[in-house]
């Protein structure tokens, strides 16, 4: 593989409009939360205030420590040698998911049963599914040197990926049929 030939590539978790479906679902139940509060302290009026403020503040963590879950995104980065997985909330944080030496791969093959149970093979430590909820065409690899953890990750390929890992370490590529 020519060391200068670098590959990025984001896929959401899922689509526009089932994330729109989610988010709609988020806010009643942060609505539904809130109310719990507001019926508690209507029976309670005595301590009225001092529950709506404090639901309100709870409220308000709520949606801080949650409302960057529903927009996730993968991205499957491939430079110098490294194959990396990335989960991105809210196009703003990120948590790496892998990072491994494409000389290294164990198995890049179709996501399907036979491949799966033969990934399986390799006692894997992690799984890490790295595809949208639409995928049709989904891959795995298996990573893991003789000191690191086996891990097992599925991920969505287009064809320049699959012929940048086929170039990187073609022993361990199984072709599509």
């Known amino acids: 593989m020519n060391s200068n030939q670098t590959y990025e590539k984001v896929v959401k978790q899922c689509s526009e409009k089932k994330q ?6 988020a806010i009643m139940g942060y609505s539904v939360f809130f109310a719990i509060w507001l019926v508690i302290g209507i029976f309670n009026l ?45 196009k703003k944080s990120r948590k790496n998911l892998l990072s491994a030496e494409t000389k290294e791969l164990l198995l890049i093959a179709p996501a399907t049963e036979e491949y799966i149970s033969k990934a399986k093979h390799f006692e894997i430590d992690k799984e890490v599914n790295a595809t949208s909820a639409e995928s049709d065409d989904s891959w795995i690899l298996v990573t893991g040197d003789k000191d690191e953890p086996r891990i097992l990750v599925y991920f969505e390929a287009d064809e320049r990926l699959l012929g940048m890992l086929r170039a990187a370490n073609p022993s361990v590529f199984v072709r599509k049929i």
């Open 46 to 90: 005595d301590i009225l205030v001092p529950l709506a403020v404090t639901g309100v503040l709870c409220t308000v963590a709520l949606i801080l420590l949650t409302w960057k879950y529903l927009d996730v995104e993968y991205e499957y980065a491939l430079w110098y040698g490294s194959f990396e997985v990335a989960k991105i909330y809210s």
């Open 20 to 25: 729109n479906k989610n988010k709609a679902l």
